[in-house]
């Protein structure tokens, strides 16, 4: 499986831009990039995926590099809410459902 | 209705009891996963279902056995478990069909082995 490298933590200011970096050098042409988030007791739930192209949605936007080797989870307006690991994961398409989580990001949201 | 719900929250057994967790979503999804999370780690998948098959057994020691009644229930039947076994058991389910389908996880079980 191809891996992703993240900072172990990052610290934002409520109501300001974070930007999560995942670094992933070694993907594949058509790996897709999935983020997820985990909040504090509570299983994994879905931010937002991509192949290429940005992408965004109600919970944050998606930046991918035009040599797809790194991409950058944006969350507009960090809210204490957003205090959660954030982990970036590789899906290859012939992926057999295998979907392995690296070490993640751990944000920490400051009022 | 997108929930994946888990049976117990909490769950403390013995070494020599034999218990069953369970999970359950009806989202029409044909895979569902086990996954296995200690603290302040990232979760790790055990088991992958597709079409109430076993499709991906990571590895995994026979005192977990997996099962897959139907297309909305995952069991996960444990006995003759360890100390070490003791962490937040993850279900989640998924469409079939690409790399590109999100998964959905449920809250966990949270076992601890006596």
């Given at each position: 499986d191809a891996k992703t490298t993240q900072p172990n933590s990052m610290e934002s200011n409520e109501e300001e831009p974070v930007h999560l970096p995942c670094n992933?050098?070694?993907?594949?042409?058509?790996d897709y990039i999935h983020w997820y988030r985990q909040l504090p007791s509570q299983g994994p739930e879905y931010v937002i995926h991509g192949l290429t192209s940005n992408v965004n949605n109600r919970m944050a936007s998606l930046a991918i590099a035009e040599d797809r080797k790194s991409s950058t989870l944006i969350l507009h307006r960090a809210t204490l809410r957003d205090a959660a690991v954030y982990y970036c994961i590789l899906r290859p398409?012939?992926?057999?459902q295998n979907f392995v989580f690296g070490p993640g990001t751990r944000l920490s949201v400051l009022p | 209705d997108t929930e994946v719900t888990q049976t117990p929250k909490h769950l403390v057994m013995g070494m020599t009891n034999k218990k069953s967790l369970k999970c359950e979503q009806h989202?029409?999804?044909?895979a569902m996963y086990w996954y296995k999370q200690k603290a302040k780690k990232p979760p790790e998948l055990m088991f992958v279902y597709s079409y109430e098959k076993l499709?991906?057994?990571?590895?995994?020691?026979?005192?977990f056995s997996p099962e897959c009644p139907n297309s909305s229930l995952l069991n996960l039947h444990l006995h003759?478990?360890?100390?070490?076994?003791?962490a937040l058991y993850l279900c989640a389910s998924s469409q079939l069909g690409g790399p590109f389908y999100e998964q959905y996880f449920g809250p966990g079980t949270r076992l601890t082995v006596t």
């Open positions: 992933h050098s070694t993907i594949s042409g058509t398409h012939n992926y057999g | 989202m029409g999804h044909r499709s991906i057994n990571e590895s995994v020691p026979s005192r003759a478990l360890q100390p070490e076994d003791s």
